[in-house]
């Protein structure tokens, strides 16, 4: 038997024990336009699944619908590249998100350009899971997030808050305008710190471009939204030490990221290479561990299925909207992306990573803590 049948038939086994049938009729199922996938995927993983995409050598009706079930069925555990064994050694060995090696996630992923986003996003620029408990579009859904951590934090008018990776700035406008508070955002992002700095113009707001360990100061509040994901294990210890540091003594800190099931030092290879380098998801152990003798968990609220319905919205704007933007977002580009979004949806959906959202007090507070929802 010929390699090139060997490496069809092992790959339409492995698709089968997902329900998956290569050029089958549903809409989960995938259709091979290049004889060279099997050997691609089979060789690189996850990575060569999404590069396969990217270049046209696959295609199905329904790409979070297929990428689900290759995850219910944990096919991504089970076919791994060499690439994929040397960045797990190599997260072992480097901090990879260390001053110099973390700011490439703001060169390459979050200074991609403002007109994507603001397509992408909606009217809130809020790149992090809406609140969809009472919303019924992404916008009330955003908002009533950022309101959700106002409460949880409790703010009141003339209070100090500092928010750690603060993206676009829609939570400190929000703190400021509804809440009366005074505020700092740090990002790496160059694009970011520009459009927020417009958007809060004529607030108590100061925006900076700055590495989250610069800080030395105190505020009354922390918040931080969708940047933990970007710390490093490694990190963790010092990231929350940074956050005592800055906190005072009757204070509360936020944190809202991304969890994952597992312990890991890494993210996805293809994630990684194309989407946010140098990142990896926090395990509830791992976040645990590293809050050990520097703060008390209050509250930890999980909602991760709004993720998926998040990442519905973006991507239902996104595909409206492609048309309209610049043609630097070509073709592989919009497969990149389709892949990215339908990737979180399934990972979401399947239940392999989470949205949690903690309240965390320096010494614990007296009578306990009344977590709004």
Same mark, same amino acid.
């Given at each position: 038997m010929a390699t090139s049948e060997r490496l069809r038939r092992r790959v339409r086994a492995l698709l089968e024990q997902a329900d998956i049938r290569i050029d089958g009729s549903r809409e989960w199922d995938l259709r091979v336009h290049d004889a060279r996938f099997?050997?691609?995927?089979?060789?690189? $993983?996850?990575?060569g699944l999404g590069e396969a995409y990217m270049d046209g050598w696959w295609e199905t009706g329904s790409l979070d619908g297929l990428l689900l079930r290759m995850m219910r069925a944990r096919? *991504? #555990?089970?076919v791994h590249g060499l690439g994929e064994v040397l960045d797990g050694a190599r997260a072992l060995l480097f901090n990879l998100q260390d001053r110099r090696r973390g700011r490439a996630v703001g060169e390459r992923h979050y200074d991609l350009g403002n007109d994507? +986003?603001?397509a992408m996003l909606g009217r809130l620029m809020v790149y992090s899971c809406g609140y969809w408990r009472h919303a019924t579009d992404l916008d009330a859904a955003q908002e009533a997030k950022l309101d959700l951590c106002c409460r949880k934090l409790g703010l009141r008018p003339g209070m100090r808050l500092l928010d750690i990776g603060c993206g676009w700035g829609e939570m400190l406008r929000f703190a400021a305008e509804r809440y009366g508070v005074a505020g700092v955002g740090v990002t790496i992002s160059r694009e970011q710190a520009a +459009?927020? %700095?417009r958007l809060c113009a004529g607030l108590p707001v100061e925006i900076r471009l700055q590495d989250y360990r610069e800080l *030395? #100061?105190?505020? *009354?509040?922390i918040v931080s939204i969708g940047m933990f994901e970007?710390? $490093?294990?490694?990190? +963790? %210890?010092?990231?929350f030490r940074l956050a005592r540091r800055c906190l005072e003594k009757d204070g509360l800190v936020l944190l809202h990221t991304i969890g994952s099931n597992v312990s890991r030092h890494r993210t996805d290879p293809w994630i990684d290479r194309y989407?946010?380098?140098n990142s990896m998801l926090p395990s509830a152990a791992q976040i645990a561990r590293a809050l050990e003798r520097r703060f008390v968990i209050e509250d930890w609220h999980g909602f991760g299925p709004d993720y998926d319905r998040t990442l519905q919205a973006w991507r239902d704007n996104i595909e409206r909207a492609w048309d309209t933007l610049p043609p630097r977002y070509d073709q592989r580009f919009r497969r990149m992306w389709r892949f990215y979004l339908a990737a979180s949806m399934a990972s979401f959906r399947a239940r392999r990573i989470q949205l949690w959202q903690l309240v965390l007090s320096p010494d614990g507070l007296p009578g306990g803590y009344d977590a709004p929802r």
């Open positions: 099997h050997a691609r995927v089979l060789a690189q $993983g996850s990575l096919l *991504d #555990e089970r994507l +986003y603001a +459009y927020a %700095r *030395d #100061e105190r505020f *009354d509040r970007h710390v $490093g294990v490694k990190n +963790y %210890r010092r990231y989407i946010f380098p």
